[in-house]
């Protein structure tokens, strides 16, 4: 198992590969690992929500989307469902589920149930975060597995990541937040 300190420069890495980095004109990888916040000790071994990601919004949601070679549909328009769906402005850590166990779980019921446990639905920036760092997991999978993200939204309609015809994108054109789903399950996650 790695320790945070390994988990937090492997996440760097990752984002400073995609040029995360130069789309904030940051030229060095010691400076771009510098702008990251450390681990906190109270995300290692989350049972409960075992995908540690590091979010970091700074390049905004297009650019990041495009760094990621995910493809953006509808998105420029998403917006945070309530202010407490605003993601933090800074570098970040969180945990999470994929939401493989919010299958056949309505997105606003999943919102609710997260609130009253202190945690937050799952948000553009987060279900980007997840997919960079743990694709490698299946957090999505083709006609199996889709992440729908309540936390952001237009009009009605919640983000979701997946992947349709052998392309990762991030859509906000389809699901409502009330309507439950087989492949579709909401993402939650603690900060």
């Known amino acids: 198992m790695a320790s945070l300190a390994e988990v937090r420069e492997e996440q760097m890495e990752r984002n400073f590969r995609l040029g995360f ?3 904030l004109r940051i030229a060095s990888i010691d400076v771009y690992l510098a702008s990251i916040p450390l681990v906190p000790p109270g995300m290692a071994h989350d049972g409960e929500f075992p995908l540690l990601a590091l979010v970091d919004p700074r390049p905004g949601l297009m650019r990041s989307l495009s760094l990621a070679q995910v493809r953006g549909l509808g998105t420029a328009k998403l917006a945070p469902y309530s202010l407490r769906d605003v993601t ?6 969180i945990c999470a589920l994929d ?3 919010n299958h056949m779980k309505r997105p606003n019921e ?5 609130i009253k446990r202190g945690l937050y639905a799952g948000t553009a920036e987060v279900g980007l975060a997840i997919y960079i760092h743990h694709k490698d997991k299946n957090v999505v999978v083709e006609n199996e597995h889709y992440m729908t993200l309540p936390g ?3 009009r009605r309609h919640c ?3 997946g992947i349709w015809y052998g392309v990762p994108k991030l859509c906000s ?10 492949r579709f399950g909401t993402v939650v996650f603690r900060r």
């Open 21 to 23: 980095a130069d789309a």
């Open 88 to 93: 933090p402005a800074y570098p970040h850590w």
């Open 99 to 101: 939401g493989r166990v």
């Open 110 to 114: 999943c919102r609710a149930e997260a």
């Open 152 to 154: 952001s939204v237009v």
């Open 159 to 161: 983000a979701d990541l």
């Open 173 to 182: 054109v389809g699901g409502s937040v009330r309507v439950a789903s087989s």
